[in-house]
């Protein structure tokens, strides 16, 4: 199949964006089925983590963000260059055959490694997805798009994690290589489902050469790093609930069966409210969502520290349903932001960059949240939960003080 050809921006069929929901939704899948049982799978005990073993799951896990943002920026520019989808869709068989792959065994060395891989597979997904998106859509529906993408993006992350939280109270430990083969076996589809969705489309043409000062253009700019600046302490918080979250239920009494519950009914409300949040941002601007999202996740982090020191009480786990109902209208926002600030012939490149604050906010979040918990238990997970929601607030804010400023110097200069 020829990926090369006419006019650049050209609107196509709707067919292109179910391929990259349909991919991003199995990518997500294998990977949060496969992370939720990481932890068991790596220590042979399905409940509980010793303090010992945390940092050293810890740090495993971390390789695959890792992998991510030591390439995605290379994942960019190859999908400027050669095209969205032979990137999209070599990410997407190459992560299938890593997930088989990690069942073959439980030595550190071999996680390690394919972990790492994995990461790197994760990010090419990620960054050619997203230029897809920002591709095929407007500025006025942009946000309901990419509340669509981050709705199948997240409700691939969540029911994986419902899934595999589900088998760890259902499967013995020894059992637990299988699902790696699901995960891979669900990658597979999405490949096959991507391939038949594209069939016999011919991409435009992209960049031939790989410039330096393309790369400035599109990474190194105030409003760039303003909108994913944030999401990288978004991720440093998600990163750690990732890996622990499954032993930290079973901590404070919280059995597996109804985190899975919990965290399927979580997946269909993102699937419900994703593209409404997004139609909000197009129809009512980004910066509000993007408020009210921050609103949201600082009031979930201190209530995160509630649940850690007094179990999970009624009125608090109300609390985190308000709350992650309001965080959630910052993914759509903050994504139809990055695509308004891209140019279309480095936007894999710019898109990158979301991915490469991600895991590194992911990589960071595990290291610091391990180390913290490690030496200070609870109290150290509050240290962390301020230092996330701070970052957050401050971030934000520098955010919506940017856009003042870009609206006063245009009406200074006469535009509308």
Same mark, same amino acid.
């Given at each position: 199949m020829s990926l090369s050809g006419p006019e650049h921006g050209a609107p196509e069929s709707p067919r292109l964006l179910r391929a990259v929901f349909g991919t991003t939704f199995f990518i997500r899948f294998g990977f949060g089925l496969t992370v939720s049982v990481f932890a068991s799978y790596f220590s042979g005990q399905s409940l509980g983590l010793d303090v010992g073993s945390v940092g050293q799951v810890g740090f495993l896990s971390s390789l695959a963000p890792i992998g991510e943002f030591a390439t995605v920026l290379l994942s960019g520019l190859a999908a400027d260059r050669f095209g969205r989808f032979p990137i999209l869709l070599g990410g997407t068989v190459s992560a299938a055959i890593l997930l088989a792959a990690m069942s073959f065994g439980r030595a550190a060395v071999l996680l390690g490694g394919v972990n790492f891989l994995f990461g790197v597979a994760s990010g090419a997904i990620l960054a050619a997805s997203l230029a897809v *998106? &920002?591709?095929q859509s407007g500025p006025s529906e942009r946000g309901f798009e990419m509340g669509r993408f981050d709705a199948v993006n997240l409700l691939g992350y969540i029911l994986g994690f419902a899934s595999g939280f589900a088998a760890l109270g259902a499967l013995p430990n020894f059992e637990l290589p299988w699902l790696f083969r699901v995960g891979a076996a669900v990658l597979l589809v999405g490949f096959v489902f991507a391939l038949r969705s594209v069939r016999?489309? *011919?991409?435009p043409p992209f960049r031939k050469t790989f410039e330096l000062h393309h790369i400035r253009a599109a990474v190194l700019r105030r409003d760039v790093l303003l909108v994913v600046l944030p999401w990288f302490v978004i991720y440093m918080l998600? +990163?750690?609930a990732f890996v622990f979250l499954g032993s930290a239920a079973t901590g404070i009494g919280l059995p597996t069966?109804?985190?899975? &519950?919990?965290? +399927? +009914?979580g997946g269909l409300l993102l699937l419900l409210t994703q593209p409404w949040f997004g139609r909000q941002a197009d129809r009512r601007g980004r910066p509000l969502l993007l408020t009210l999202g921050t609103v949201g996740f600082v009031a979930l982090l201190g209530i995160a520290g509630l649940l850690a020191q007094y179990g999970p009480r009624p009125y608090l786990l109300a609390g985190v349903g308000v709350s992650a109902l309001l965080a959630l209208g910052y993914g759509p926002a903050a994504l139809a932001s990055l695509a308004d600030v891209s140019e279309s012939l480095s936007r894999g490149t710019t898109m990158a960059v979301y991915s490469l604050v991600i895991s590194a906010g992911m990589v960071v979040g595990l290291w610091v949240s391990s180390a913290l918990y490690s030496a200070y238990a *609870?109290? +150290?997970l509050d240290l962390f939960f301020l230092f996330v929601a701070s970052g957050l607030v401050l971030l934000t804010v520098a955010r919506l003080d940017d856009l003042v400023a870009q609206r006063a110097a245009l009406g200074l200069r006469g535009h509308p």
């Open positions: *998106v &920002a591709d016999g489309y *011919v991409e998600l +990163g750690t069966s109804w985190l899975a &519950a919990l965290i +399927g +009914g *609870v109290p +150290g």
